[in-house]
């Protein structure tokens, strides 16, 4: 009897302490989107796999786009937690020069999808991408990531470089 009594315990604290940190999330999110939306595009409010709260958005010039993502966990001070950087080659392909920040979040997921939620809206075709050198210490997880988000990865392990293609069929 008293086991289940302090399980019953355990399990309101546990949702206590969810609903505290939900609350912080938010008011830390509102807060967040009026300091970005002063200097970028906000694109979305989106939750990460782990269910945390994040605020993407772009700085999109005439040949490159920006996705940046930030935390409502921390509050804004300027700087992301992740960016996605690509280059508009072409009406019909974008070109992931790099990908940065936090890993293991799920941050670069969340901004992949938005990219090619972006690429689908400017009826772009391909996002390509390079594997080059300093990819090579981690290759093995970036082509799970990329696999993951229905690309095409070549690898040459011998050259040490790669290419992965996104075709929006």
């Not at 786009?65 to 921390?74: A, D, P």
């Not at 799920?106 to 990819?135: F, P």
Request: glycine share 4%.
């Amino acid at each position: 009897m008293k086991s289940a009594f302090l399980q019953e315990e355990k399990d309101k604290e546990e949702l206590q302490e969810e609903l505290d940190n939900l609350e912080l999330q938010l008011f830390r999110m509102q807060h967040n989107i009026k300091e970005i939306a002063k200097k970028a595009e906000v694109i979305s409010i989106d939750q990460t796999p782990q269910d945390e709260w994040v605020v993407v958005y772009a700085d999109r010039e005439q040949d490159t786009w920006q996705l940046m993502l930030h935390s409502c966990k921390r509050p804004y001070r300027g700087s992301w937690n992740s960016a996605l950087q690509a280059e508009i080659k072409d009406d019909s392909t974008i070109h992931i020069a790099a990908i940065k920040g936090e890993e293991n979040k799920g941050y670069g997921s969340v901004l992949m999808d938005h990219l090619k939620e972006m690429a689908k809206k400017e009826n772009v075709q391909y996002i390509t991408g390079d594997l080059v050198k300093r990819d090579f210490d981690h290759v093995d997880r970036l082509q799970h990531f990329y696999e993951k988000h229905n690309f095409d990865v070549k690898i040459d392990h011998e050259e040490e470089c790669g290419e992965i293609v996104w075709n929006e069929e």
